[in-house]
């Protein structure tokens, strides 16, 4: 068994993909084309705006498909994002953050240090942390 009490300062990921809302979706592609990741923090000028996954691309292309021909050029971050997202601080526990990922069926929450964005944490982390070791 592990530590629930372990703070998630410990066991987060820190070097974070970020774009912008008013960034194309083709950006957003590319990223996941060339790093092994699922999610990616949105911020402007430090500030977080929203997340956007994988899966956020499939319902937006989805979408668009049954509308009119994709231009994925054209769409934006901002269009697709989950905005305002639920955030975890620094100090708050790996317990506490495995309750929230399950009760919302989460992959994946920014987290703060204070009003800084400072990492993300995945159920990848949670994972490494409870069996990688």
């Known amino acids: 068994?592990?530590?629930?009490?372990v703070t998630i300062r410990e066991i987060m990921t820190t070097e974070i993909i970020t774009v912008h809302p008013d960034d194309t979706l083709y950006k957003v592609?590319?990223?996941?084309?060339m790093f092994?990741?699922?999610?990616?923090l949105v911020v402007d000028r430090y500030e977080l705006?929203?997340?956007?996954?994988?899966?956020d691309l499939l319902r937006i292309y989805r979408k668009e498909l049954t509308e009119n021909l994709i231009d994925r050029t054209a769409l934006l971050v901002k269009h697709a994002m989950t905005p305002n997202p639920l955030t975890l601080d620094c100090d708050d526990s790996i317990g506490l953050a495995a309750d929230i990922f399950m009760a919302n069926k989460f992959h994946s929450v920014p987290v703060l240090?204070?009003?800084?964005?400072?990492?993300?944490?995945?159920?990848h982390d949670i994972l490494r942390y409870a069996f990688g070791r």
């Open 1 to 5: 068994m592990f530590d629930t009490e």
């Open 29 to 33: 592609e590319e990223i996941f084309d």
């Open 36 to 40: 092994p990741i699922h999610h990616i």
């Open 49 to 55: 705006k929203g997340v956007i996954t994988h899966l």
């Open 113 to 123: 240090d204070g009003q800084e964005l400072a990492g993300i944490l995945t159920n």
